[in-house]
């Protein structure tokens, strides 16, 4: 007979319960937003080619709870973008998005969106490019690196772009990296991947292979062997191991297969050992990764993009993070491209993205600029 009692009891406390926290639900997502989040470095995400998989990865990206571990994100971009993107999800993933005009606030369960309204609502999107996605883009890079600048967020991390809007919008950068040191007024940069046991800082970056070795000199290689210096510092590796690769093959062969290793490289290892540098080179390309992935080396300069990027993106394509070295910010990227191809299909791999945020935080959390 005391059964009902009991049950009665139970019902009452649970109601009471429930009451409570939703009378106090606001004060505790203040709570868990000034203990949970708060102290995470604000990381702002650019959008990318509105046209191509940026906006896809993106979402996708912050669905996944290793990111929000990491840092506080705010994607910098088109809010009608992002929100037409939300319909080509998989199934069951959801993700709300709120507008916001500082980067630091609380959101509550929503992604803070910084809206700079950049693409025409007329004008096509998916899959191809356009002069309107060019001026977008560099919209959203330029708010970035002002609010990195500013000390307002502790990073940015970039969604792909594609060269051809730049060019039809009227900008002459080959890519984010020239874009980026122009942003910041910074002479000395470099472009460094990280990924599958790998890293890797080039030389020469976007130009065609016939203008490498006219491009290779004793002052750019040893500029890079001390980018690669610092490349490692902010991975938290204080005295890394530096190997050289020669431009030729086996490193030139005393000079019968090019004189590039004899004129320029050898004498920019010297100086740089001259300097206390622990660096190891020039080294026949061929050998000198199989070197690194064995765990003999912490870096790779390499003379030109391919000769670094290939080893790396076939242990860690779709995983690997692009780093620009020598910015005043911490700026990281992924290691592909817009995908037009797949644009709007609800497919593209959101891998390198988070690999990219997660890389970002590391490093802020390495006392990089806020």
Sequence with gaps: MRTPLIISITELKVNKYIFHIKKHLRNYSE????????????????????????????????????VWDVCQPVIVGDLKILEGVKYSLPVGMHIQLKTVREPDVDTGKAVAVLDLNNVPMDQPTLGQPGAYAGHAVVGYIRKAVELALAGKVSAIVT???????????????????????ELTGTKDFGMMLVGGGLRVILVTIHCALRDVPGRIDKEIVLKTIRLAVK?????????????????????GEA???????????????????????????????????????KG?????????????????????????????????IIRTSVDHGTAYDIAGKGIADPESLIEAIRLAAEMAGRGGKR
């Design 31 to 66: 709570l868990f937003y000034y203990t949970y989040m708060k102290n995470k470095p604000v990381i702002a995400i650019t959008m990318g080619d509105p046209g191509g998989i940026g906006p896809e990865i993106i979402l996708k990206a912050l669905n996944a709870r290793v």
């Design 255 to 293: 000079g019968i297969f090019g004189d590039e290793e004899i004129l320029h490289i050898t004498p920019a290892c010297e100086e740089a050992r001259a300097e206390g540098l622990d660096v190891t080179g020039p080294l026949p390309p061929d050998t000198l990764f199989y070197k690194q992935k």
């Design 159 to 181: 969604a792909p772009i594609n060269k051809e809007t730049l060019k039809m919008a009227g900008y002459a950068y080959p890519g984010h990296t020239e874009l980026l040191a």
């Design 231 to 251: 490349a490692c510092h902010g991975l938290g590796i204080d005295r890394p191991r530096i190997a050289v690769a020669g431009l030729n093959p086996h490193a």
């Design 296 to 328: 003999l080396y912490d870096i790779a300069v390499c003379m030109y993009h391919d000769q670094g990027l290939i080893p790396l993106k076939m242990l860690a394509f779709g995983k690997a993070v692009n780093v620009t070295v020598g910015l005043p």
